[in-house]
């Protein structure tokens, strides 16, 4: 009996230890997040090195390779992190967009207006996000679908693989636009936004 009940207890000890140290990983994680986006901030993106995010969120270097590999992971992570939280409420906004072009114009606006927010950061993160597929690939493949979803309000006679080439389309213009507008410091993102609709509007006058 008293062995069963140490052996409980230890098992529970042993499950609260478990919680306790990924608590202090998920804390140190986000202390070294929020020190990136402050130095990032401060003294901008291609001036902040590893050691010193380390030094600013009192950790070593190697804790901070333990939770990012590099600093484009680490700056990948911040990117999601300043971004979930508004997207979501984006998207219960646009929920009830029927218009396929008026949807995608809305999404590019947010995301436009976001990288505008802070451009040597956005170029630094598109730059290098460009050659890892991944970062891009789940979320662009499902905005696509969305937006052919849409279309059919615009192309009810197309095909569904019509409306994703068109949708596709749009998303390289999208990135296009985004690319150049944030190397263009005396344009902002209501320009750019103009550049991507007039191109939205004139393949689409030429699919009908």
């Given at each position: ?6 052996i409980?207890l ?6 609260e230890?478990?919680v306790?140290r990924?608590d ?7 202390a ?15 001036n902040v090195s ?16 333990a939770?990012?590999k ?9 990117f999601?992190g300043?971004?979930d939280t508004?997207?979501?409420?984006h998207l219960?906004?646009?929920?009830q967009?029927?218009?396929g ?6 999404f ?9 927010e802070?451009?040597?950061?956005s170029?630094?993160l598109?730059?290098?996000s460009?050659f ?13 679908d969305?937006?052919?979803?849409k ?20 998303f390289g ?18 320009q ?8 939205c ?8």
């Amino acid at each position: 009996m008293a062995l069963s009940i140490c052996i409980r207890l230890q098992a529970s000890n042993n499950g609260e230890t478990k919680v306790n140290r990924d608590d202090k990983k998920q804390q140190t994680r986000e202390a070294i997040l929020n020190s990136a986006s402050e130095l990032f901030q401060e003294k901008g993106f291609n001036n902040v090195s590893t050691r010193q995010i380390a030094t600013h969120s009192g950790v070593g270097v190697g804790t901070v390779f333990a939770h990012f590999k590099d600093k484009q992971v680490l700056t990948n992570a911040l990117f999601h992190g300043k971004i979930d939280t508004r997207l979501m409420a984006h998207l219960q906004s646009s929920a009830q967009t029927k218009s396929g072009l008026d949807y995608f114009i809305g999404f590019a606006k947010f995301f436009y207006e976001f990288y505008e927010e802070d451009r040597e950061f956005s170029i630094a993160l598109l730059q290098n996000s460009l050659f890892d597929v991944t970062f891009f690939q789940a979320q662009m493949e499902s905005f696509i679908d969305q937006v052919a979803n849409k279309l059919q309000n615009e192309l009810p006679k197309h095909s569904d693989e019509q409306r994703f080439n068109i949708a596709k389309a749009w998303f390289g213009f999208y990135m296009f636009h985004l690319l150049s507008g944030l190397k263009q410091t005396h344009l902002g993102p209501n320009q750019w936004l103009a550049g991507l609709k007039m191109d939205c509007e004139l393949l689409l006058s030429s699919s009908k």
